[in-house]
């Protein structure tokens, strides 16, 4: 077990990155927050533009949270999102099952299959366990049984049984911007009986559940209070639980990871790290982060390094609410003052910038900061997009960063080959 010099705070804010305002005069959310503790630990550190993959490509959470995970990227770009789903809700799986995750929508049966009519059944946050209970261990044909697992808000994942699956099928979720258009219909993506086979069970799984959630009385009731239906399900990213490797392992670190949304709370699952959660956590602006900030301080009592996660800024992107992200963006900046002064190295970054002008993840690179007591400084005197631009560690991808950050706390070792696929970007 490596023994770290000091230990390390490593803040993740999903969708920290943004674009320009025109309510806030072009400044983005984070530039127009009031950040003084961010601003004082950028003043005292040094600012980054961080890469969560590719530049200029866009990522989902489970790929930018992942390699800021330590999770090299040769992997990480392998890793479908059902199985890290699965394990953040702790479903039970054996060897060959195929774990899919889903969104309960609102759907409209026609001749051609089903319109979609909202790809989140508008984000139904609540009553969701009892859909689940009429779509569990369901005969979907050829000796497979289906079941599905409520997850986080408006999401779910579905559990394919019965030996001979393949997770190489395609999607019936056509994605974010297609909601106008019909649910796709699953297909084998590779030759084969085990493709085949799943591909159908997927289908029917889809029809099936439409016939039992449309008269579901929670969608009735939701239909009398003029909210949409949850009477189906969209399914994507396939995947069988595979072996997850990591950096942090890799140099005989403990890890901790608080976080409150599924995806997350897979991955450090996945990752075999301390995983802190709590009713109190959600994925939610309205997550409270006096919790969360105080269970990090305290997993940093048995832990080298805690990673800490906060998803409410992406969604308010996502749903253009620029002034509420501004508002959470300055609470986390509060909840940070505590953790201040310490013999700490910290880390603040994103796993993703997510533009609220338009509600969609963008390529652009996601405004840093490391600090480190003794630690080099730059010039940059405010943590936002533009003085991040000049920062001292420059544009670096996120792998550069929680290696930048591993060092500050003294446990970088020199490199032998072996390290490389953990230190590619």
């Not at 330590?70 to 992997?75: A, D, L, N, R, V």
């Not at 800024?313 to 609470?331: M, N």
């Amino acid at each position: 077990m490596m023994i770290a010099k000091r230990k390390g705070l490593f803040l993740i804010l999903d969708g920290l990155g943004d674009s320009g305002i025109d309510a806030f005069a072009g400044k983005t959310p984070l530039e127009q927050a009031r950040t003084p503790n961010l601003d004082r630990l950028i003043s005292d550190g040094q600012g980054a533009l961080v890469d969560p993959l590719y530049a200029g490509v866009p990522v989902g959470t489970h790929t930018g949270t992942g390699v800021l995970l330590g999770i090299p990227q040769s992997e990480i770009i392998s890793m479908a999102r059902g199985p890290i789903e699965a394990a953040g809700i702790g479903i039970h799986t054996e060897p060959g099952d195929v774990l899919i995750r889903c969104n309960f929508a609102t759907l409209e049966a026609n001749n051609e299959g089903f319109r979609i009519i909202d790809r989140r059944a508008g984000r139904i946050s609540g009553n969701t366990r009892e859909l689940t209970r009429v779509l569990e261990d369901i005969d979907v044909g050829e000796d497979i049984c289906a079941t599905l697992s409520p997850a986080t808000q408006h999401r779910a994942v579905l559990r394919l049984s019965g030996g001979n699956l393949s997770s190489a099928i395609s999607d019936t979720d056509p994605g974010s911007g297609f909601e106008s258009q019909n649910a796709l219909v699953s297909m084998a993506k590779q030759s084969g009986e085990a493709a085949d086979r799943t591909a159908r069970a997927l289908n029917n799984f889809m029809a099936i559940a439409h016939e039992r959630l449309k008269e579901h009385p929670v969608n009735l009731e939701r239909q009398r209070e003029n909210l949409l239906p949850a009477n189906g399900v969209l399914c994507r990213s396939a995947g069988l639980r595979q072996n997850t490797s990591s950096l942090i392992g890799h140099l005989g670190l403990r890890a901790g990871l608080v976080a409150g949304e599924g995806t997350v709370v897979g991955l450090g699952r996945l990752l075999g790290y301390h995983v802190f959660t709590d009713p109190r956590f959600n994925s939610l602006p309205n997550t409270d982060l006096a919790a969360k900030f105080e269970a990090a301080e305290a997993a940093l009592a048995d832990n080298d390094i805690v990673f800490l996660h906060v998803k409410g800024p992406d969604i308010c992107a996502h749903d253009g609410d620029y002034e509420t992200k501004k508002k959470l963006l300055e609470a986390i900046d509060a909840n940070l003052e505590p953790l201040l002064g310490r013999d700490l190295a910290i880390a603040v970054t994103g796993d993703h910038s997510t533009d609220c002008n338009t509600g969609n993840h963008t390529g652009d690179p996601v405004p840093s900061l490391l600090f480190s007591p003794q630690g080099r400084r730059d010039h940059c005197s405010s943590f936002g997009e533009a003085d991040c631009a000049a920062g001292g560690l420059g544009r670096i991808p996120a792998t550069g960063l929680l290696c930048a950050m591993l060092d500050a706390m003294g446990v970088m070792r020199k490199f032998k080959p072996g390290d490389e696929a953990y230190y590619a970007p």
